[in-house]
């Protein structure tokens, strides 16, 4: 959702934010064939004036019996 993937990394850039307004970002990745978990163990939220905070590590399991395609309309 508007990220840019910089050495490795997602990275989004967001100006001020209203006290109390928040923000989703989303990033979906391919993974090759036999992948069978997909894991982001190090991600965190930076802002100026604050200390960064770091996630807890997520792990989505590749389900294989589910592959998604795009739907096309002619």
Known sequence: SGG??????VIWTLGSLAPGAWKDFTFSVVVGAGTQIVRNSTYSVEADGLVPVAGTAVATIVDPERVYLPLLRR
């Open 4 to 9: 840019s993937l910089q050495s490795g990394e």
